[in-house]
C-alpha cells in the first residue's frame, strides 16, 4: 500500500514554518505497512493543488494532506475538494453542533458565519470528526485513490491520525508488515563503521535494508524488514543483528524500537527508582527540557539549575569564586564542582552538568569557541569529559545536550548489565 | 526565478527524521527574491531521483538537493548526478586535500578508502567548498536549470547556503524583490481577525498578499509585497500596514520583519540594560533555552531554576510547605512566589515563574490537566495569568512558553511607549 503526504501552505514555502506534520503522519502510517512514496509541500493555490491531485491519482492508494484548513483558508481546499471531486458543499449536523459548542462554550463568545462554514464539508466525503478543534477532517475516495484531508494545527492532525485515519485505514486494507530495528553505534564516524561492516552489508537478503543515520557524534544503523509472515521477519531481523553484533560489539552502546534517547532514559532512571538533576550553563536548560517534555517524568525529573551568567554559578550553585579565577569558568574542574553542587541541593542519584562556550564570540573565559566540559555525577563518582564541538553555535548546543545524554545512558546501562 | 527544493532519504520518508534543511534553504531564498514552487521529500531510489530531476527540467530555474551525500550514501547521489548530466566522477584535488586535513588533523585518525572517496565529483560540476563538514556541494547546469546538490547535516548545509549558494544566485541571476512584514496579533481567533479585517483584505493590490498564520492564542498577519520597485513596494506596505493598524490596534501587539519573539525580546532587553531569569515547573528549562540559543544573549540572561519535582520549590527556591499546602502547587500564590523568589535569587529586573499540570496524568496538585500560573516580576510588580491550555501535554508546554514570552514583551513594549 503506497501513501503520498502534501502539506498545503505559502508559509511552508517561504521558511517561516517548518512541516513537522508530514513526518508524524510518515511514522504513524509506516508502523502499519503503509509505503510513503514522497512528501510534498506545495502553496494554497487551488490549480497547483489540483495538478498535484491529478498526478497521483490511481498512482497510489492514499494521498494524505494537511494544511488549508484553517476558518481563513477553508474555502481553497474546500473548494479544490469539490472541483476535483465534481461534488458540492453542504453542512454536517454534527460538525455544526460541534463547532457550536466548542466555540460558544468553552472560548465563551458568540460564534461567527466563518465558524459556521466550517461546517460545510464536500457531499460525497466521509466525515472524520476532530474532537480538539473546529475543522473537520475528510475522506474521499476517487476510483483507486483516497484522499484524506486534515487540518494543519499539529495537535489536531495528530488526534485525527491516531483515532480516525490510522484505525480506518488497518480496518479497511490489508498491508505487509514493516519492521525496523536501530542499533546505536557510539565513538567512530559512518565511513568508518561503513568499512568495518561492508562485508555483512553485502550479504543481506533483499527483503531487509540497512539505512545509516549520522548525528553529530554518533551512527544509528537502521535494519528494516518488509514482507506478509511476521515470524519469519522477526527471525532474520534477530539473526542478522547477532551477527552484526559481532563484528562491532565494541562501539554499540544500545537497541532502540523507536523512541527517542531521553524516553529510553526516562523508563531507565524510573525501573531502576533513580532520579536525575542538572545544572546547565552553555546547553541553557535544553537538557531539562528534553527530559521534562517526557510524559510522566516526574519520578524520575528532579529539575535543573541554569547558571547562565558566570556569578549565578557562585550565587546559586554555590561554585568558589576563587575556583572560577583559578581555573576559569569553562574547565573540568567547575563542571564537576556544579555537577556534585546540583546532585546535592536536589538530592538526585545522577547530575548533569555543563559549561562551554557555545559561541559565536568568546563570553567570560578565554577557552576555544566550541569547547564544552561535560561532567556527569552518579551515585559513586563524577565522570568529565572535555569537547571541542566547532561552531556554530546550534551545533554546540545540539551536541552538548546529546553527548551527555549519551555519557548517562553508557552510565546507566553499564549498571544493568 | 523559481526553484524547487528536494530533500532525500528513507529516514525521511519513514518519519524518523524531520526535514528541517527545506525550511532553512527556503527562507534563505525567499530573502533574495527566489520563490520556491515546491519541496519534495524522496526515496534514496535512483531512478525515483532521475525521474524527479526529469519532471523540473526547464520547468524551474533551480533545484536545490540536500541529503544522500554522507560518505556512505555518495554513490546513490553523485552516481545519479553521473547518469543525468551524462558525466563522469573525477577525483578534485582541492576538496581531497581538504578532506585529509579534516580527517588526520582534526579526528586525528588515518584516512579511509570512504573518505578519499568523497572527493570524487562530476566533471561538470562546479565544486562548493565545504569548509565545515567534508561533503562537497555540487553546481551543475543543463540547459536552463541548475541543480545543486548539498550535504544534509543542517550546519554544513546552511554553510554552503550562506557562503556559496546564496552569493552565486546574487551575483548571476536578477530576481524581484519581495518583502514581508508580519503584524503580531494577540486575543482573538484566526475567524474573528479575519471579519474584522475582511474589507481591508478585499482592498488590498495584486502586488500585496495576506497570510494567516494562526499558532495557539495568536495570530500573525504576513503581507507580502513583489515586484521591482523597491521603494514603491516599501511605500505600499506601509501605507496598507497603517490602514490596517486603524482597524484591529486593540490586538496588535508588535510587528517582526524575521525574527523570532526570542530574538526581539534579546534585542528589546539589551537595548534597555535589563536582564531575565525563569523559574519553571510545568515548562521545564523550554523558555530558560529558548533564550539561551539566542547568540550574544548572556548580557541580559541570567538563568533558570527548573523545579520541576514539588520539593525543588521549597528547597531551592524556598517557597514555603504551608505556602504550597495551603494554596497548593498549582496556584497563582505560588507563581508569584516563584517569580519573586527566583528575581531575587539571579537579581535580574525581570523574573516568569510558570506551574501548571501539563498531563497527561495529574500530579502533585488536583489542578485540572492544562491548568498554568505564568508570574512575570517586573521591577515594579508582579502580574500572575491564569490558563488552561488543554490537552496534549506538548501543547501546554508550547503554550506557556509563548504565553511567558508574550506576557514579557507586553511589559516591555509598554515600557518603551
Redesign the interface.
Known sequence: MKATIITIG???????????N???????L?RIGVE????????DDKQHILDTFEKLQDNVDLVLITGGL????DDVTKKTFCDYFEDELIVNQKVLAHVTDLIEGF?N?PI????KDQALVPSKATVLHNK?GTAPGMWVKKRNTVFVSLPG?P?EM?YLVENEVVPKIIKEYSRPYII?KTVLTYGQ????V??RIEAWEDSLPSFL?L????S?GRVKL?L?ARGTDKEFLDAELEKHLLSLAVIISDIIVGYEEDETIEVMLAAALQKQGKTIA?A?SC???????L???V????SC?????????TR?KT??LGIPEAMIEEFSVVSATVAKAMALSVQK???SDYAIATTGNA???K??SDAEIGTVFIALATPDEVIVEEFNF??????V?DRTVYKSLEMLQKEIFKNVL
Do not use: C
Request: without cysteine; glycine residues 12%.
Open positions: 505559502d508559509e511552508i514555502l517561504i521558511g517561516q514554518i517548518v512541516d513537522t508530514s513526518g508524524f503522519i510518515a511514522k504513524s509506516d510513503i512514496t514522497e512528501m510534498i509541500s506545495i502553496s484553517g476558518p481563513t483558508k472560548y463568545r461567527t458565519q466563518m465558524n480538539v494545527v495537535y495528530k525496523h564516524g559512518e565511513s568508518m561503513a568499512e535494508r539505512a545509516y543515520l549520522p553529530p537502521r528494516s542538572t546547565e546547553s541553557g536548560g535544553s537538557i531539562a527540557s527530559i521534562a517534555a510524559p510522566g517524568v516526574s525529573f528532579k529539575g535543573s539549575v541554569v547558571a547562565y551568567d549565578i550565587a546559586v541541593m536536589m538530592q559561541g559565536p564570540s563570553g567570560d566547532g561552531q556554530p553555535r546550534e551545533k548546543i
